[in-house]
Protein backbone atom coordinates (compact mmCIF):
# COMPACT_ATOMS: atom_id res chain seq x y z
CA UNK A 1 0.00 0.00 0.00
CA UNK A 2 0.72 3.35 0.03
CA UNK A 3 3.40 5.23 2.37
CA UNK A 4 3.34 8.48 3.60
CA UNK A 5 5.62 10.20 5.29
CA UNK A 6 5.67 13.26 7.48
CA UNK A 7 8.16 15.80 8.41
CA UNK A 8 9.44 17.40 10.64
CA UNK A 9 8.55 13.90 13.24
CA UNK A 10 8.88 17.02 16.25
CA UNK A 11 8.63 21.16 15.90
CA UNK A 12 8.75 23.68 18.81
CA UNK A 13 7.89 27.18 18.08
CA UNK A 14 7.73 30.52 19.76
CA UNK A 15 4.72 32.14 19.55
CA UNK A 16 4.07 33.90 16.94
CA UNK A 17 6.55 32.35 14.47
CA UNK A 18 5.62 30.46 11.18
CA UNK A 19 5.91 26.70 9.99
CA UNK A 20 5.51 24.51 7.56
CA UNK A 21 4.74 20.96 7.42
CA UNK A 22 5.53 18.21 4.97
CA UNK A 23 3.60 15.04 3.75
CA UNK A 24 5.49 12.94 1.13
CA UNK A 25 3.68 10.13 -0.77
CA UNK A 26 4.97 6.78 -2.68
CA UNK A 27 2.11 6.73 -4.83
CA UNK A 28 -0.43 8.97 -6.84
CA UNK A 29 -2.51 11.21 -4.58
CA UNK A 30 -6.42 11.12 -4.60
CA UNK A 31 -8.14 12.41 -1.70
CA UNK A 32 -5.53 13.97 0.48
CA UNK A 33 -6.73 15.29 4.05
CA UNK A 34 -5.11 17.17 6.94
CA UNK A 35 -6.00 17.04 10.61
CA UNK A 36 -5.04 18.22 13.97
CA UNK A 37 -4.98 15.61 16.48
CA UNK A 38 -5.33 17.75 20.18
CA UNK A 39 -4.60 16.51 23.23
CA UNK A 40 -7.75 14.84 23.84
CA UNK A 41 -7.12 13.05 20.90
CA UNK A 42 -9.77 14.76 18.85
CA UNK A 43 -9.09 14.24 15.06
CA UNK A 44 -10.10 18.27 13.86
CA UNK A 45 -10.49 18.15 9.77
CA UNK A 46 -8.00 21.08 8.43
CA UNK A 47 -8.64 20.65 5.07
CA UNK A 48 -9.32 18.29 2.30
CA UNK A 49 -6.88 19.10 -0.40
CA UNK A 50 -6.82 16.52 -3.28
CA UNK A 51 -4.71 19.10 -5.25
CA UNK A 52 -4.57 22.83 -5.50
CA UNK A 53 -4.28 25.33 -2.73
CA UNK A 54 -6.75 26.36 0.25
CA UNK A 55 -6.29 28.74 3.29
CA UNK A 56 -8.32 28.67 5.97
CA UNK A 57 -7.68 31.77 8.33
CA UNK A 58 -3.50 31.40 9.44
CA UNK A 59 -3.64 27.49 8.13
CA UNK A 60 -3.01 27.21 4.03
CA UNK A 61 -2.31 24.03 2.05
CA UNK A 62 -0.75 22.81 -0.96
CA UNK A 63 -1.07 19.56 -2.92
CA UNK A 64 1.32 19.09 -5.58
CA UNK A 65 -0.21 15.72 -7.11
CA UNK A 66 2.03 14.96 -9.94
CA UNK A 67 4.88 15.33 -7.64
CA UNK A 68 3.48 13.58 -4.30
CA UNK A 69 3.43 15.52 -1.53
CA UNK A 70 1.32 18.41 0.55
CA UNK A 71 2.31 21.17 2.41
CA UNK A 72 0.47 22.59 5.12
CA UNK A 73 1.49 26.20 6.87
CA UNK A 74 0.91 27.84 10.10
CA UNK A 75 1.39 31.30 10.25
CA UNK A 76 1.24 33.19 13.04
CA UNK A 77 1.47 29.90 15.67
CA UNK A 78 -0.80 30.24 18.92
CA UNK A 79 -0.05 27.97 21.89
CA UNK A 80 -3.86 26.28 20.87
CA UNK A 81 -1.96 24.88 17.37
CA UNK A 82 0.27 22.64 19.60
CA UNK A 83 -0.76 18.98 19.28
CA UNK A 84 0.07 16.20 16.53
CA UNK A 85 -0.48 17.00 12.57
CA UNK A 86 -1.26 14.43 10.43
CA UNK A 87 -1.52 13.92 6.55
CA UNK A 88 -3.93 10.88 5.36
CA UNK A 89 -4.89 9.60 1.87
CA UNK A 90 -7.66 7.64 0.65
CA UNK A 91 -8.06 5.34 -2.00
CA UNK A 92 -9.30 6.68 -5.68
CA UNK A 93 -12.91 7.25 -5.75
CA UNK A 94 -13.43 7.36 -1.73
CA UNK A 95 -11.74 9.38 0.57
CA UNK A 96 -12.35 7.61 3.77
CA UNK A 97 -10.65 4.28 3.55
CA UNK A 98 -6.95 6.04 5.27
CA UNK A 99 -3.60 5.64 4.99
CA UNK A 100 -2.30 8.02 7.79
CA UNK A 101 1.37 9.95 7.80
CA UNK A 102 3.56 9.41 10.72
CA UNK A 103 2.65 12.77 12.32
CA UNK A 104 4.08 16.40 13.27
CA UNK A 105 4.12 16.66 16.91
CA UNK A 106 4.09 20.89 17.20
CA UNK A 107 4.88 22.52 20.63
CA UNK A 108 4.09 26.30 20.76
CA UNK A 109 5.69 28.34 23.17
CA UNK A 110 4.85 31.86 24.90
CA UNK B 1 -19.63 19.32 8.77
CA UNK B 2 -20.86 15.92 9.42
CA UNK B 3 -21.18 15.17 13.26
CA UNK B 4 -20.24 11.55 14.36
CA UNK B 5 -20.11 11.13 18.07
CA UNK B 6 -18.29 7.94 19.89
CA UNK B 7 -18.95 6.32 23.24
CA UNK B 8 -17.79 5.83 25.80
CA UNK B 9 -14.66 8.64 25.45
CA UNK B 10 -12.87 6.81 27.92
CA UNK B 11 -12.96 2.67 29.63
CA UNK B 12 -11.02 0.77 32.16
CA UNK B 13 -11.92 -2.86 32.45
CA UNK B 14 -10.67 -5.86 33.65
CA UNK B 15 -8.58 -8.60 31.43
CA UNK B 16 -11.06 -10.81 29.86
CA UNK B 17 -14.10 -9.31 29.78
CA UNK B 18 -15.71 -7.85 26.83
CA UNK B 19 -15.95 -3.88 26.13
CA UNK B 20 -18.33 -2.11 23.46
CA UNK B 21 -17.57 1.00 21.64
CA UNK B 22 -20.64 2.73 19.79
CA UNK B 23 -19.56 5.25 16.88
CA UNK B 24 -22.67 7.05 15.83
CA UNK B 25 -23.34 9.36 12.52
CA UNK B 26 -25.85 12.39 14.56
CA UNK B 27 -26.91 14.54 11.27
CA UNK B 28 -26.02 11.86 8.01
CA UNK B 29 -26.71 8.72 6.99
CA UNK B 30 -23.48 6.20 6.74
CA UNK B 31 -23.39 3.00 5.29
CA UNK B 32 -19.69 2.64 5.42
CA UNK B 33 -18.09 3.22 8.91
CA UNK B 34 -13.71 3.00 10.15
CA UNK B 35 -12.10 1.62 12.77
CA UNK B 36 -8.73 2.98 13.56
CA UNK B 37 -6.20 2.32 16.49
CA UNK B 38 -3.68 4.21 17.87
CA UNK B 39 -1.13 3.28 20.54
CA UNK B 40 0.80 6.11 22.36
CA UNK B 41 3.05 7.72 19.91
CA UNK B 42 2.03 6.62 17.08
CA UNK B 43 0.21 7.20 13.76
CA UNK B 44 -3.81 5.60 13.20
CA UNK B 45 -3.95 2.63 11.60
CA UNK B 46 -7.13 1.18 10.00
CA UNK B 47 -8.35 -1.83 11.68
CA UNK B 48 -11.62 -2.38 9.93
CA UNK B 49 -14.40 -1.17 7.30
CA UNK B 50 -17.97 -1.80 9.00
CA UNK B 51 -20.72 -2.47 6.55
CA UNK B 52 -24.37 -1.46 7.07
CA UNK B 53 -26.26 -4.77 6.84
CA UNK B 54 -23.30 -6.90 6.09
CA UNK B 55 -19.98 -8.25 7.53
CA UNK B 56 -17.07 -5.92 8.36
CA UNK B 57 -14.00 -6.28 6.24
CA UNK B 58 -10.64 -6.37 8.59
CA UNK B 59 -7.56 -5.27 7.49
CA UNK B 60 -4.48 -7.86 7.42
CA UNK B 61 -3.48 -8.77 10.65
CA UNK B 62 -6.58 -7.80 12.79
CA UNK B 63 -8.62 -10.85 14.53
CA UNK B 64 -12.32 -10.63 13.32
CA UNK B 65 -12.79 -12.79 16.40
CA UNK B 66 -11.58 -10.34 18.86
CA UNK B 67 -12.67 -7.13 17.29
CA UNK B 68 -16.45 -7.99 16.57
CA UNK B 69 -18.22 -5.14 14.29
CA UNK B 70 -22.10 -4.62 14.16
CA UNK B 71 -22.94 -2.14 11.96
CA UNK B 72 -27.16 -2.67 12.42
CA UNK B 73 -28.39 0.80 11.23
CA UNK B 74 -27.46 3.79 8.69
CA UNK B 75 -26.73 5.69 11.46
CA UNK B 76 -24.96 2.93 14.12
CA UNK B 77 -21.56 0.56 13.84
CA UNK B 78 -20.16 -0.68 17.22
CA UNK B 79 -16.58 -2.50 17.99
CA UNK B 80 -17.00 -4.89 20.51
CA UNK B 81 -13.20 -6.27 22.19
CA UNK B 82 -13.76 -9.34 23.21
CA UNK B 83 -12.04 -11.10 26.00
CA UNK B 84 -9.40 -8.05 26.43
CA UNK B 85 -5.81 -8.11 27.38
CA UNK B 86 -3.61 -5.33 28.41
CA UNK B 87 -2.11 -5.28 25.26
CA UNK B 88 -5.47 -4.16 23.83
CA UNK B 89 -5.17 -1.04 25.59
CA UNK B 90 -5.04 1.39 22.99
CA UNK B 91 -7.09 4.65 22.21
CA UNK B 92 -9.79 3.64 19.42
CA UNK B 93 -11.62 6.03 17.01
CA UNK B 94 -13.52 5.71 14.23
CA UNK B 95 -15.26 7.62 10.94
CA UNK B 96 -17.71 8.06 8.77
CA UNK B 97 -17.70 9.66 5.37
CA UNK B 98 -19.19 13.04 4.12
CA UNK B 99 -21.91 12.89 1.38
CA UNK B 100 -20.17 12.08 -1.35
CA UNK B 101 -17.74 9.92 0.00
CA UNK B 102 -14.76 12.49 0.17
CA UNK B 103 -14.24 13.85 4.00
CA UNK B 104 -13.78 11.89 6.42
CA UNK B 105 -15.01 13.13 9.80
CA UNK B 106 -13.70 11.54 12.91
CA UNK B 107 -15.75 10.49 16.46
CA UNK B 108 -14.34 11.83 19.76
CA UNK B 109 -12.24 8.50 20.15
CA UNK B 110 -12.67 6.02 23.24
CA UNK B 111 -9.28 5.39 25.34
CA UNK B 112 -9.17 1.70 26.71
CA UNK B 113 -6.82 0.68 29.34
CA UNK B 114 -7.12 -3.31 30.35
CA UNK B 115 -5.97 -3.86 33.90
Known amino acids: GIQVEQSPPDLILQEGANSTLRCNFS?????LQWFHQNPWGQLINLFYIPSGTKQNGRLSATTVATERYSLLYISSSQTTDSGVYFC????????????FGTGTQLKVEL | GAVVSQHPSWVICKSGTSVKIECRSL??????MFWYRQFPKQSLMLMATSNEGSKATYEQGVEKDKFLINHASLTLSTLTVTSAHPEDSSFYICSAPSAGNTEAFFGQGTRLTVV
Open chain 2, 27 to 32: DFQATT
Open chain 1, 27 to 31: DSVNN
Open chain 1, 88 to 99: AEGPPGGGNKLT
